[in-house]
């Protein structure tokens, strides 16, 4: 909610927690119809992208990290769509993808990944051998932290799962 109330200052955010009479507001739309209402043709698009969801302040924890990262360029990855129906078919070998990276350029991977990853880190083992760093917080629940992670990130590769609809602007 707060990671809202931030990004969309001139609209009332509610949580699932707040009552609202019908007398606080004229009219309501179902979420899946704000597409339309909002970006109604291709003019009403911005031409540049920019960043949508503005995420808190940094951790100081997590700035010292990621800003000790010089003469690099941090790459955030996510390779895995835990999606029932489709999940397999938009999941991505862990190697495969950092495979993708000449050994000879200078790159450090932030995991964006959530869930279990043992199997993942295991399996990548030998491009691995890179500069790797898995910050240690719930990136599943905590969408604010993993926002500012992605903020300090110079790009991000991901599958469609949650990060790439996060991620946009970067």
């Known amino acids: 909610v707060n990671l809202f109330r931030r990004s969309f200052r001139t609209i009332k955010i509610l949580s699932s927690d707040d009552r609202v009479h019908e007398a606080e507001y004229d009219s309501y739309t179902a979420l899946g119809s704000i597409g339309a ?43 895995r769509s835990y999606e029932p129906q489709s999940g397999a078919r938009r999941t991505v070998k862990l190697g495969d993808l950092l495979g993708l990276f000449p050994a000879e350029l200078n790159v450090f991977f932030v995991n964006l990944q959530f869930g279990d990853i043992s199997d993942d880190m295991e399996y990548a083992k030998g491009a691995l051998t890179r500069n790797w760093i898995d910050l240690d917080f719930d990136k599943k629940n905590d969408v604010d932290r993993l926002c500012s992670v992605i903020d300090q990130c110079d790009f991000v590769i991901s599958v469609g799962n949650t990060v790439a609809h996060i991620v946009t602007g970067k």
């Open 37 to 79: 209402l909002l970006r109604p043709n291709r003019e009403s698009f911005p031409t540049q992208p920019s960043a949508f969801l503005l995420p808190s302040k940094p951790l100081d924890a997590d700035r010292r990290i990621l800003s000790g990262i010089s003469k690099t360029i941090k790459v955030g990855v996510s390779w």
